[in-house]
């Protein structure tokens, strides 16, 4: 089991995270992989410079231990925060998308747009259409 | 008169930034910042030694993550709370059981929130984390006793006021060392004895300004979706 450490689940979280986000069709699903891409990101960079039997790095530490390198963990620190960042930005903008196309399917939101391209004037037509479908949907 | 003063401080952030660059090179450097792991302990006086990288040898990527963050804040707001002053939304009770537990936690989690910021240079924790323990924990407070109450209570506290002056303070405390003929970015306050809640004061200081900001922020995105998609 000497495979089995943080870097290959890293690599492992990372296929995952990145084969949902591109063939998954959800939005939010989308977020949620890219999430778990960052993730694996940071699991990736924490365990490169740690051994099992490295001290964490606050002192004192016990004599004659090596100590795991404060470098990455600290510019990891960086990522979790701009992970934060982006994911709430971007729920806000799937938020929006959602509210003019009512749907989180990306392959219909793009439909959707390039009808509006096409014909700028038939889009209040197509709001009321949805607008109606939701209200059966509802009932 | 408002506008003007918000352009003047505008300018004066970006270019209090840019300067950290140029007058950092102006300056001559001190010998050595990062050597050995207990060099970087001494020079910074945090024993913890993620802090004193973070807050420390590298606290320009720091000032950039805040600055990151803010602009995400921003963003949200802008987008959110233009939208929901249209249409607000109703909303939905929480459960007994619920109101009652989160009464009982938020206290307890506000005070962790407080105690992981302010020891962040001695054990695992800082502002980042503190920051977002305690903004867990107005969340939970929101769950007893109410958004609207949370946010009432808070903005009568001026909290967006101090949210807009705490990146001004952060850069503040970057670059005031030059004062002092020291260069941009190094310690503000004299470094004291190691391994004590005020053996490093200005990493103390920035976990604390730190903490407040990513707590405030945090508050602000959450009341924003709050108000959005109705209580939680």
């Known amino acids: ?9 890293a ?14 069709k959800d939005l939010v699903v989308k977020l949620l992989a890219l999430g ?54 971007s729920l806000v903008f799937v938020m929006l ?16 747009v390039e009808v509006d391209r096409a014909a700028p ?8 259409e949805s607008a109606s479908r939701q209200d059966e949907e509802a009932r | 008169m408002k506008t003007l003063v918000r352009n003047i401080l505008a300018v004066v952030l970006s270019l209090a930034v840019f300067g950290i660059v140029v007058f950092d090179l102006a300056i001559p450097e001190e010998p050595a910042r990062v050597d050995d792991s207990a060099l970087l302990a001494a020079t910074t006086g945090a024993p913890n030694l993620v802090s004193a990288v973070y807050l420390g040898a590298r606290l320009y990527d720091t000032l950039f993550e805040v600055l990151v963050f803010t602009v995400a804040v921003i963003g949200v707001r802008f987008y959110l709370l233009r939208r929901s002053s249209e ?3 109703a909303s939905i009770p929480e459960s007994h059981v619920l109101q009652a537990s989160a009464q009982i936690l938020y206290p307890l989690i506000l005070i962790l929130g407080v105690y992981l910021t302010c020891f962040g240079h001695l054990s695992p924790g800082g502002g980042f984390s503190g920051g977002v323990v305690a903004a867990s924990g107005l969340l939970l407070c929101v769950m007893s ?15 967006e006021r101090l ?20 260069p941009a970015l190094s310690n503000l306050l004299p470094v004291g004895r190691a391994g004590h809640l005020f053996g490093s004061p200005s990493i103390l200081l920035l976990n604390v300004l730190i903490g407040l900001k990513v707590l405030i922020g945090s508050w602000m995105v959450l009341y924003a979706f709050i108000r959005h998609r109705g209580e939680i």
């Open chain 2, 87 to 89: 249409a607000p939304s």
């Open chain 1, 97 to 112: 998308l959602v509210e003019r196309y009512h749907s989180t399917d990306c392959g219909r939101i793009e439909h959707a």
């Open chain 1, 36 to 89: 778990l891409v960052n993730s694996s990101g940071i699991l990736f960079l924490i365990s490169i410079r740690f051994r099992p039997e490295m001290e964490a790095p606050i002192l004192p530490t016990r004599a004659g231990m090596p100590i795991a390198d404060p470098l990455p963990q600290a510019l990891v620190l960086s990522a979790i925060v701009i992970n934060f960042a982006i994911l709430a930005l």
């Open chain 2, 145 to 159: 006793i109410g958004a609207d109450t949370v946010y009432r209570r808070l903005s009568g506290a001026g909290i």
């Open chain 1, 1 to 9: 089991m000497d495979w089995l450490n943080g870097t290959t689940i």
């Open chain 1, 11 to 24: 690599m492992l979280l990372f296929a995952i995270g990145a084969t949902a986000l591109i063939v998954r």
């Open chain 1, 121 to 128: 004037e038939s889009r209040s037509a197509r709001e009321d």
């Open chain 2, 163 to 182: 949210e807009w002056a705490l990146p001004m303070l952060i850069v503040a405390a970057c670059v005031l060392p030059l004062a002092f003929a020291r």
